[in-house]
């Protein structure tokens, strides 16, 4: 068990909804990352946010939106969703810590398998 | 840009063969990390081992062992007598860094392990 939690498991929808993905990162990590897991495009980079602030973007579409909370908890928005949609979402956390040096490795969650039909 | 090549997509052994799964990076950073993951079929990425640019010596944990040139710019990783628990995907990522103060992983396209009894 990572300490990750990502809800929920699976989330079945239709074209043109909005979802919201959630994720608790490890007790103690300020950093929290999503990626995208699909056939076509491997795991591909999201958003990442560190202590309430966004810190790195990756292919993230306009469509998509992610926050992260005062208690660290983290939320994904897709919205107006397409067939391409459909992927496994994953949550990962760090105990990076902001002017370190290191590069700490990332806990994942179990991901939310997205289907959108 | 850093990118991820794991040329192997499916590699399928026998139970107690030796395995090498391949990994080649491209960075123009003299700093960066590299990572091995694992991704049973329960879905979970799990965390194997980390690697930073500095340190090249190879390492052996258990049945598991990784071989890091910078004159190749590969990071290889050998399962020795391997076992059918083994089989899962395995990712390898590069982190180049920090950017923006963040580092982001950037992962291959994973190469699937099949290991038959």
């Known amino acids: 068990d990572s300490g990750v939690t990502q809800t929920p498991k699976h989330l079945i929808t239709a074209t043109g909804q909005r979802v919201t993905l959630r994720c608790s990162p490890r007790?103690?990590?300020?950093?929290v990352y999503w990626y995208q897991q699909s056939l076509d495009q491997g795991l591909q980079f999201l958003i990442q946010y560190y202590n309430g602030e966004e810190r790195a973007k990756g292919n993230i579409l306009e469509r998509f939106s992610a926050q992260q909370f005062p208690d660290l908890h983290s939320e994904l928005n897709l919205s107006s969703l397409e067939l391409g949609d459909s992927a496994l979402y994953f949550c990962?956390?760090?105990?990076?810590?902001?002017?370190?040096?290191?590069?700490?490795?990332?806990?994942f969650g179990s991901g939310t398998q997205l289907s959108v039909l | 840009a850093q990118k991820v090549t794991q040329a192997q997509t499916e590699i399928s052994v026998v139970e107690k063969e030796d395995v090498t799964l391949d990994c080649v990076y491209e960075t123009r950073d003299t700093t960066y990390y590299l990572f091995w993951y694992k991704q049973p079929p329960s879905g979970e990425l799990v965390f194997l081992i980390r690697r930073n640019s500095f340190d090249e010596q190879n390492e052996i944990s258990g049945r598991y062992s990784w071989n890091f040139q910078k004159s190749t710019s590969s990071f290889n990783f050998t399962i020795t007598a391997s076992q059918v628990v083994d089989s899962a995907v395995y990712f390898c990522a590069l982190s180049e860094g920090p950017s923006g103060g963040s580092y982001i992983p950037t992962f291959g396209r994973g190469t699937s392990l099949i290991v038959h009894p």
């Open positions: 990962a956390s760090s105990p990076y810590r902001l002017g370190t040096a290191t590069n700490e490795k990332l806990f």
């Open positions: 007790s103690g990590d300020l950093s």
